[in-house]
Nanobody, 109 residues
Framework: VQLQASGGGLVQAGASLRLSCAAS??????RAWYRQAPGKQRELVAR???????HYERSVRGRFTISTDNTKNTIELQMNDLKPDDTGLYYC??????WGHGTQVTVSS
């Protein structure tokens, strides 16, 4: 599976961004978004099962929403009320081992 991520950018705190990840073929396994801030380890941001059950990292709950469009084979992350701590390189991931390239999200205060 090849994954192509897009949608990152530079925004001010409080703004919104929507990340999208296009898969080259139909996905039947859980998929997720991770992020890596400078000097930190990559961390899980949100994960969604094929049945639609989603899990979120505590700091993004209520602000971020992960979704999938099975007709388009996309994985999306709607990010609202962005904070400077959300800055990082965001990666889409399809289990067990497919990763997209990172897309940079930078939030200024």
């Amino acid at each position: 599976v090849q994954l192509q991520a897009s949608g990152g950018g530079l925004v001010q705190a409080g703004a919104s961004l929507r990340l999208s990840c296009a898969a080259s073929e139909t996905i039947t396994t859980p998929r997720a978004w991770y992020r890596q801030a400078p000097g930190k380890q990559r961390e899980l941001v949100a994960r969604i099962n094929p049945d639609g059950f989603a899990h979120y990292e505590r700091s993004v709950r209520g602000r971020f929403t992960i979704s999938t469009d099975n007709t388009k084979n996309t994985i999306e992350l709607q990010m609202n009320d962005l904070k400077p701590d959300d800055t990082g390189l965001y990666y889409c991931h399809v289990e067990p081992h497919w990763w997209g390239h990172g897309t940079q999200v930078t939030v200024s205060s």
